[in-house]
């Protein structure tokens, strides 16, 4: 198992620009601003930069967005036409590989045949700009702008496009959550959350796995326990279906994290109907998976 580098105080609120705004901001109320709706894939992303590059298994460097060179690891399937697409996000002062070889994600894509995507963070403090406010954010003008091409060149899956990541990654995976909800089928964020007085409505409910070490997954002086369990509170108080993961590991990586999520995110495409997990989970997920 790994450990977590994530720093303990990552703001007063971070889903909140560090220094600046504050919660009765009346921007935050709801996150229905942040992107045009997708459900007719037809009005999906488009890049930012203007014609995408060519995007290879590997590193994929050169990916101009906002002015800024960006970059992401892409394991591709043998058949990456019409995959679906896993967003793969790391912690503080990991890297995109150690994503990829941590959750051996590559195993995972040569059996199922999914596509895995793991970003690089531009090096900010917090590795994702989950503490600035969506309007310009550059990391979900990024994550916009892989999806528009990836859809560009492998014509990905639309009802099939998913996020997870540990620790920092958790956490930008509760901001994706939130503010990228009508693009996300499901997600599943590790050791994330959000703290009550923080958390913000998504655009629209969707499922979420959410997983954590315990009472003990803490680090510094942020308790991902309690920020976990207020988003999985709120999240089903605005009508998200969800399912919460307790292992015992405090703020590590869970053992089988690739293949339980994988198992989560297959079941549940986008605007699934009926909710498959309804009668209970299935016994490919760990026996510390419950309804709440």
């Given at each position: 198992m790994i450990k977590s580098n994530f720093m303990g105080v990552i703001c007063a609120s971070f889903f909140l620009a560090c220094g600046g705004g504050s919660g009765d901001d009346s921007s935050l109320d709801s996150a229905t601003d942040s992107a045009a709706t997708i459900n007719d894939w037809a009005d999906a992303p488009a890049y930012s930069g203007g014609d995408c590059p060519v995007l290879e298994d590997g590193v994929n460097?050169?990916?101009?967005?906002?002015?800024?060179?960006?970059?992401?690891?892409?394991?591709?399937?043998?058949?990456?036409?019409?995959?679906?697409?896993?967003?793969?996000?790391?912690?503080?002062?990991?890297?995109?590989?150690?994503?990829?070889?941590?959750?051996?994600?590559?195993?995972?894509?040569?059996?199922?045949?999914?596509?895995?995507?793991?970003?690089?963070?531009?090096g900010s403090a917090y590795e994702w700009h989950s503490t600035d406010l969506p309007t310009?954010?550059?990391?979900?003008?990024?994550f916009d702008d892989m999806v528009a091409c990836l859809y560009d060149q492998y014509q990905i899956d639309p009802d099939r496009i998913h996020a997870t990541g540990m620790s920092a990654g958790g956490i930008w995976t509760t901001y994706l959550t939130v503010y990228r909800s009508n693009i996300l089928a499901s997600t599943a964020p590790l050791s994330g959350g959000v703290y009550t007085r923080d958390y913000v409505t998504p655009e629209r409910s969707l499922p979420v796995m959410v997983t954590w070490g315990g009472p003990e997954d803490t680090y510094g002086s942020f308790n991902f326990e309690t920020a976990?369990?207020?988003?999985?509170?709120?999240?089903?108080?605005?009508?998200s279906f969800v399912v919460e993961?307790?292992?015992?590991?405090?703020?590590?990586?869970?053992?089988?994290?690739?293949?339980?999520t994988w198992q989560f995110f297959k079941d549940h495409p986008y605007g699934v109907d009926p909710e498959p997990y309804l009668d209970g989970l299935p016994s490919s997920l760990p026996d510390y998976c419950y309804l709440p």
């Open positions: 460097k050169k990916f101009m967005v906002d002015g800024v060179e960006r970059k992401f690891r892409l394991v591709l399937p043998d058949d990456p036409i019409g995959a679906p697409v896993i967003f793969a996000w790391h912690w503080l002062g990991g890297s995109a590989q150690q994503v990829v070889n941590y959750m051996d994600y590559e195993d995972l894509v040569a059996e199922h045949g999914m596509i895995v995507v793991a970003p690089s963070s531009d310009n954010n550059v990391d979900l003008i990024f976990s369990l207020a988003f999985s509170e709120k999240l089903r108080e605005d009508g993961c307790v292992h015992t590991g405090a703020h590590t990586l869970p053992a089988g994290a690739s293949e339980f």
